[in-house]
């Protein structure tokens, strides 16, 4: 049973451009969840989706980010226009059901933004 | 302010020794988890222990919870050179218990 995978596993982009993060979760998981860690520092919480559904994204900026979940296929985190503050550790988790159980993270998403 | 805050931030001690982190957060929580994080790579999940728990093991790994003082401990007995990791606790919320919150962790390094 393979984990949650996430790719690309580097990512460079250059201001302006958009960045697309992929995560595949874990064969059975149907609950999905994006945290972000900058350098030295722990993981934020960004957004909780199940398939078709944001359920909570309280932590995702206003602007610039979105997140989904289609019925078929990744988890998808976009950053549009990225800035050099989004340079960061993007990790995706997913869990078989809601709260109170492990979530299982993906090895992580390095954003460079030059 | 922020949950889930371990102590100490860095800790360095001897092959085979004991190695003990401690974890404060400050509202009612489901559960808390520990993970172990290599430099540059994903989370490991460690172990979780419930609200209703007072102490969990596995393998050289024992966790205590104290729900009154808010605060858990993780222990690594016999500690060897493959421990050295960032450990952090992450405190899942009576209310949105999906939504982690981690600590800044703590570098733990082993000597050989």
């Known amino acids: 049973n393979a984990g949650v995978m996430q790719n690309p596993r580097h990512l460079v982009r250059r201001r302006g451009q958009e960045a697309r993060l992929r995560c595949s979760p874990m064969k059975g998981h149907s609950h999905v969840y994006w945290y972000r860690q900058l350098p030295e520092e722990g993981l934020k919480f960004m957004v909780y989706l199940q398939k078709e559904n944001i359920i909570d994204e309280s932590g995702m900026p206003k602007e610039r980010f979105s997140a989904e979940f289609p019925k078929e296929g990744p988890s998808i985190l976009r950053i549009q226009q990225v800035v050099r503050g989004d340079s960061a550790a993007y990790f995706c988790?997913?869990?078989?059901?809601?709260?109170?159980?492990?979530?299982?993270f993906g090895p992580g998403t390095r954003l460079t933004v030059t | 302010s922020q949950q889930g805050e371990e102590d100490p931030q860095a800790l360095s001690i001897q092959e085979g020794e004991n190695a003990t982190m401690n974890c404060s957060y400050k509202?009612?929580?489901?559960?808390l988890q520990w993970y172990r994080q290599n430099s540059g790579r994903g989370l490991v999940h460690l172990i979780l222990?419930?609200?209703?728990?007072r102490e969990k093991h596995s393998g050289r790994l024992r966790v205590t919870l104290d729900t009154s003082k808010k605060s858990s401990s993780l222990l690594i007995t016999a500690s060897r050179a493959a421990d050295t990791a960032s450990y952090f606790c992450?405190?899942?919320?009576?209310?949105?218990?999906?939504?982690?919150?981690f600590g800044q962790g703590t570098r733990l390094t082993i000597n050989p």
């Open positions: 988790a997913s869990s078989p059901d809601l709260g109170g159980s492990e979530q299982y």
């Open positions: 222990i419930r609200s209703n728990e």
């Open positions: 992450a405190t899942a919320p009576i209310q949105g218990a999906q939504k982690l919150v």
């Open positions: 509202t009612s929580i489901n559960n």
